[in-house]
């Protein structure tokens, strides 16, 4: 939503996904123009796992500068990735995704909430949002948030020391209960099974209500979302699931589980259990 209200001030265009949930290279080529300055994609969805082909959309993107080069055409363009899903478990190493700027969440790596990095290569030059006194290398003006920054580059730490091991761990256990979810009856895996963030996974329960599951759920003591939960307080049925050509009814039946450092095989188990109660 942040960045659709961005957009609006100029013209862009949204690139369509498959129904894993993945972007068309050709299609992505076919919407850059001679004009285009941006391509920004997130390196992983939040909703149902999906991974994109970053280091694929960065070589095209260099195809096109080359292009350009060789047209004398002297626009700039510049590759952003949203990578706050991904730091756990993915390489995010710049240089060698070959992105220009990378987003990235302190929540989302066990650090503080609000606090987070932009990457920017060098070179590149923003026009600072907030302005003042010129902290953040002019970018972000005000006092900075000195603990936050501290909490968030241990997180950064820690999560670099244990994504391989931890995504490994947790593939195991995901690899477990998407298995023990398709052989339930009515029950669908949304999303890619192959390029996935390890610690997610989405499925439909076909004719269920979203809702009253996650509430059943709850009073077992296990907690699952309907979606995003920076969209938790909005009605409609969640726009990733209708990009990938779910229904809305289907939308509104789709259960998101979100493993962590502390999930085991028995949270697993109770969870395949609770659902076999649950679900109709």
Request: proline content about 3%; some cysteine; hydrophobic content about 40%.
């Amino acid at each position: 939503d942040s960045v659709r209200q961005m957009a609006k001030q100029y013209e862009h265009k949204e690139i369509a996904v498959d129904n894993k949930g993945i972007v068309s290279l050709p299609k992505l080529r076919s919407a850059i123009t001679d004009t285009t300055v941006l391509v920004s994609i997130m390196y992983a969805n939040n909703e149902i796992g999906t991974i994109q082909p970053i280091r694929e959309i960065a070589a095209l993107i260099q195809n096109v500068r080359k292009q350009r080069q060789q047209a004398g055409n002297t626009m700039p363009l510049y590759l952003h990735t949203d990578a706050c899903q991904a730091t756990n478990y993915l390489d995010t190493q710049v240089a060698r995704l070959g992105v220009d700027m990378m987003s990235l969440n302190g929540g989302k790596i066990y650090g503080p909430k609000q606090t987070g990095a932009l990457y920017v290569r060098a070179g590149i030059v923003l026009q600072a949002q907030i302005v003042g006194g010129g902290q953040e290398h002019g970018l972000r003006s005000g006092t900075e948030n000195v603990p936050g920054i501290v909490g968030f580059a241990k997180a950064l730490q820690i999560a670099h020391s244990m994504r391989t091991e931890e995504a490994k761990r947790l593939a195991a256990l995901q690899k477990y209960c998407m298995s023990q979810l398709s052989a339930m009856k009515h029950v669908r895996i949304n999303g890619s099974q192959v390029h996935r963030l390890p610690n997610n996974i989405s499925f439909t329960v076909a004719g269920s209500d979203n809702e009253r599951v996650v509430m059943e759920l709850d009073e077992r003591g296990i907690m699952c979302a309907t979606g995003s939960a920076c969209s938790a307080s909005k009605d409609e049925p969640s726009h990733v699931l209708c990009a990938i050509g779910l229904t809305d009814a289907d939308a509104r039946s789709t259960i998101r589980v979100t493993m962590g450092r502390q999930t085991t095989q028995k949270d697993i188990d109770r969870l395949l259990g609770a659902l076999e109660e649950i679900a109709p």
